[in-house]
T-cell receptor, first 112, second 111 residues
Framework: EAQVTQNPRYLITVTGKKLTVTCSQN?????MSWYRQDPGLGLRQIYY???????DKGDVPEGYKVSRKEKRNFPLILESPSPNQTSLYFC???????????FGQGTRLTVV | RKEVEQDPGPFNVPEGATVAFNCTYS??????FFWYRQDCRKEPKLLMS???SGNEDGRFTAQLNRASQYISLLIRDSKLSDSATYLC????????????FGSGTRLSIRP
């Protein structure tokens, strides 16, 4: 089954404790991206990757890192999480940047 | 001004009604347009792409007006299962792979 898998689905952590949210897709997509969704602000792009070893900043990259060492994986790293990073995070992939995106089920992160 | 704007709603309409909502965008270089549907606490899912000539998929019709820079979604004979938030998505190739989501329009269909 074609899918984008994120883990964990739910996470509560403390300020400053490094964490990684994993994202994996099995569709051989070149394009992957991360979004956060906050009430009233909609989905905002954090980082995206056009292909392996190619990443770029989206609209809200501060406080986040990503890597794309393999085509299927695109982890999101929060080196020192802060409460303003409490949000619902979605990973997405697509054949390329022009076509539709397939989303993971989301990760609800709470930073206390 | 936001790059992509949608009326947040909520639109509350009776089952069987026709409902339409628009999405305006500010970047004239935008070249790809989509409508996504998002159910509460779930991931967005593609509803339909929006083509220049307009396109229809069953009860759903999407249209693009480049001159006025908006896209629209029309839902005919609405069903209870159409209740969701509808997100418009605009992609502009002039700035790498910038993808902008609207904040969404909430639609609630009542029996």
């Amino acid at each position: 089954e074609a899918q984008v898998t994120q883990n964990p689905r739910y996470l509560i952590t403390v300020t400053g404790k490094k964490l990684t949210v994993t994202c994996s897709q099995n569709m051989n997509h070149e394009y992957m991206s991360w979004y956060r969704q906050d009430p009233g602000l909609g989905l905002r792009q954090i980082y995206y990757s056009m292909n392996v070893e190619v990443t770029d900043k989206g609209d809200v990259p501060e406080g986040y890192k990503v890597s794309r060492k393999e085509k299927r994986n695109f982890p999101l790293i929060l080196e020192s999480p802060s409460p303003n990073q409490t949000s619902l995070y979605f990973c997405a992939s697509g054949r390329d940047s022009r076509t539709e995106a397939f989303f993971g089920q989301g990760t609800r992160l709470t930073v206390v | 001004r936001k790059e992509v704007e949608q009326d947040p709603g909520p639109f509350n309409v009776p089952e069987g009604a026709t409902v339409a909502f628009n999405c305006t965008y500010s970047n004239s270089a935008s070249q790809s347009f989509f409508w996504y549907r998002q159910d509460c606490r779930k991931e967005p899912k593609l509803l339909m792409s929006v083509y220049s000539s307009g396109n229809e998929d069953g009860r759903f019709t999407a249209q693009l007006n480049r001159a006025s820079q908006y896209i629209s979604l029309l839902i005919r004979d609405s069903k209870l299962s159409d209740s969701a938030t509808y997100l418009c998505v605009v992609k502009a190739y002039s700035s790498a792979s910038k993808i902008i989501f609207g904040s969404g329009t909430r639609l609630s269909i009542r029996p």
